[in-house]
């Protein structure tokens, strides 16, 4: 069977507490033989190094939400460089920006208080990347949003860190746009969406070494488990769609998917 990633699974959450075990065995049966925990804060991120030491198959990604920016301390450095050397990281998120909900209603015009929010997450997002580039680890980014501002802030670190955009929902052009900085896309269930023509798209025409699969489980659960909670072993879902996009056999499309994986992951 071909074997494929798992490269974004938040395991630690407590919609897998009452079946982990079985859903892992799920994924490796389906043929997902590495799956990566990624941590939302530090409490989150424990957890998922938790997993990476009970289970040989799950990796782990260490770092903070910008949605949980404000219960972030004002330096996640210290305590972020501590987490990060633990053995089977391999890499820092995930980070990034989101201004889906900006506080103060629809401030996001430049009221005071979405304006300190921002400019909090900006923070909290330079600090994992100066963290990652020190240590010598790629970035997994969220954004929303957010886009242009998250180019610009990566831009500094050009050279000394790569970020996946986890979760691409973008545009040929926007994808070309991640690539020109050095950067991956990675592509979830929303691949499989009927309305996601554009998504499959850019699937279709990133080049081969710049993008990766996973889930984003729990969430995004791609067709034909729309609307469920989604696991691990439904990347075999998006890798059907992604290699029907574009054209190209389920054993390339693992063989590219996994080496990217490989080589933009430490020590995956
Ligand atoms: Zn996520």
Redesign the pocket.
Known sequence: MTTFYDT?A?LDFPDFAGDLPETIERALAAGISKLIA?GTDFTSSRRALALSREYPQVHAVVGWHPSHVTAAPDDVRPELRELAREPKVVAIG?TGLDYHRLPGGDAGDGGAAAREYRSRQRRLFDQQMEVAAELGLNCVV?QRDAFDDVLSAMKPFAGKLRGVF??FGGTPAQARAVMESGGLVSFTGIVTFRNAGVVRETAAAVPAGRFMLET?CPYLAPVPHRGKRCEPAYVRQIAETVAGARGCSLEELSQMTCRTAEEFFRGL
């Open positions: 974004h938040h990624i995930e969220h986890h979760c984003d």
